[in-house]
């Protein structure tokens, strides 16, 4: 069944949970680049669900967001954070696209890639610990519309259209294997649900997930178009940079509400 298939390649890649992917075609790789999102909402119902558990345990916002903000780097086992700091690495050397690929390669992490994961990760938490503060609800809200907004960003880096960097790799796996109809789709999907879910809390809060979802998506297409001029194309590492900004960024509007 080309569902499954998706759903196990979506599982196995990015996350670390015992999924077998059984095809690693280009079919399989559609099908788990658009099942991205559905990765992205088990890792996000996982990480509020730390954060709750703290939170009636009786600790602070704080405690519960630093949970939550372990948990997607524990389930997918830092990659998305590691690609985070290569590709800031690769962005902030300042070198022609082939050598800051080859920087991005390499297994130590510079200056930039250092500041960047410091910068990104106290946003996260603090953003997480405001909504926290705010209610339990506001903080798991939060926690799951990120979680699956950064996948989403995935699903959208992943359409046709979009070149691979290097010919070998995750991202010459995935590139360009979505239809942009698919992509959009996808997109549409995951902004009413935000909504949706968001409903409960209010009408602004509604609003407040929908457009977090928008704005996070936006603001990954930029990094996104920045990276394939300068790179020439995407790499496994820049969709691990694409997820964590698209999450972010989503934290930080929810954060607001």
């Given at each position: 069944m080309p569902a499954l298939h998706g759903l196990r390649f979506a599982f196995g890649t990015l996350t670390v949970l015992p999924v077998r992917v059984s095809r690693w075609d280009r079919g399989a790789a559609r099908g788990g680049m658009l099942c991205a999102p559905v990765a992205g909402l088990v890792v996000g119902v996982a990480a509020a669900a730390a954060g709750l558990v703290l939170l009636f345990l009786g600790a602070g916002p704080l405690l519960a967001a630093v949970a939550t903000a372990a948990v997607p780097a524990v389930l997918t086992r830092g990659l998305h954070l590691d690609g985070l700091a290569d590709t800031a690495d690769g962005l902030g050397s300042g070198k022609p696209a082939e050598d800051a690929l080859r920087i991005m390669k390499q297994s130590d992490?510079?200056?930039?890639?250092?500041?960047?994961?410091?910068?990104v990760l106290l946003a996260q938490m603090a953003a997480l610990a405001r909504a926290y503060g705010d209610s339990?609800?506001?903080g798991a809200l939060a926690a799951?519309?990120?979680?699956?907004?950064?996948?989403l960003a995935l699903t959208l880096a992943?359409?046709?259209?979009?070149?691979?960097?290097?010919p070998e790799g995750l991202g010459a796996a995935v590139a360009g294997v979505v239809p942009v109809a698919g992509a959009l789709g996808a997109a549409l999907v995951v902004t009413g649900a935000a909504g949706a879910a968001g409903a409960g809390l209010g009408t602004r809060t509604a609003l407040l997930a929908a457009g977090a979802v928008i704005a996070a998506l936006l603001v990954a297409e930029l990094l996104l178009r920045h990276c394939t001029r300068r790179f020439g194309g995407v790499t496994g590492d820049l969709f691990g940079a694409l997820a964590e900004t698209a999450a972010t960024t989503a934290l930080v509007l929810l954060s607001l509400g």
């Open positions: 992490i510079g200056p930039f890639g250092v500041i960047t994961l410091v910068l339990w609800a506001h799951v519309v990120a979680a699956t907004t950064a996948r992943a359409r046709r259209g979009v070149p691979a960097a290097r």
